[in-house]
């Protein structure tokens, strides 16, 4: 049983247009959200992050929302550049559990 | 300040034998964590070591084990591999425990089993 789904294996924006990525959990004791991004023969890297206390935080060009009631985070990139092209990891984690969705990949056509 | 590294970058394996996968993590960093990595499956948690001790495992068989060392520095086994063990193996370093610390990852190891 996945308790951390991306449900769009991948997706495809216009340069200089929003995209989101989606995120949603099972287990409500999650209480620390982040977001990772993988280019091919690269190991992830850390984005952002978040905690269950907000709602919001934001990065340059990156913000990440939180529902918690709708047990949701989204991912925004605005606005969208070519070399943002890659794979995007959401993880939860609470206590000693700490598990990463399947992955989106974003492509981001000029 | 030197990344995460990993080796060896690639192996090719038959199925019945054993690996050792090592990872070096960053400098200071405490916490080493294993992920496998398979198309379709995302990264899946293996195990992570913090100072020496595990301190959380994934739901793998027991072929899958492994180490850290007191310099931090952690290693993976897998015995008796199986086709499906083909993946590619990460290895994550953090200051502190995963999950609230910015973890970061090496470039992996690509194992293939024949």
């Known amino acids: 049983d996945q308790q951390v789904k991306q449900n769009s294996p991948s997706l495809s924006v216009q340069e200089g247009r929003i995209s989101i990525l989606n995120c949603d959990y099972t287990n409500s004791m999650f209480d620390y959200f982040l977001w990772y991004k993988k280019y091919p023969a690269e190991g992830p890297t850390f984005l952002i992050s978040?905690?269950?206390?907000?709602d919001k935080n934001e990065d340059g060009r990156f913000t990440v929302f939180l529902n918690k009631s709708a047990k949701h985070l989204s991912l925004h990139i605005v606005p969208s550049q070519p070399g943002d092209s890659a794979v995007y990891f959401c993880?939860?984690?609470?206590?000693?559990?700490?598990?990463f969705g399947p992955g989106t990949r974003l492509s981001v056509l000029p | 300040k030197a990344g995460v590294t990993q080796t060896p970058r690639y192996l090719i394996k038959t199925r019945g034998q054993q690996v050792t996968l090592s990872c070096s993590p960053i400098s200071g960093h405490r916490s080493v964590s294993w992920y496998q990595q398979t198309p379709g499956q995302g990264l899946q948690f293996l195990f992570e070591?913090?100072?020496?001790?595990?301190?959380n495992k994934g739901n793998f068989p027991g072929r899958f084990s492994g180490r850290q060392f007191s310099n931090s520095r952690s290693e993976m086994n897998v015995s008796t591999l199986e086709l499906g063990d083909s993946a590619l193996y990460l290895c994550a370093s953090s200051l502190g425990i995963a999950g609230v610390n910015e973890q970061f990852f090496g470039p992996g190891t690509r194992l293939t089993v024949l």
């Open positions: 070591y913090f100072s020496e001790t595990q301190r």
């Open positions: 978040i905690s269950s206390i907000k």
């Open positions: 993880a939860a984690s609470y206590g000693q559990n700490f598990v």
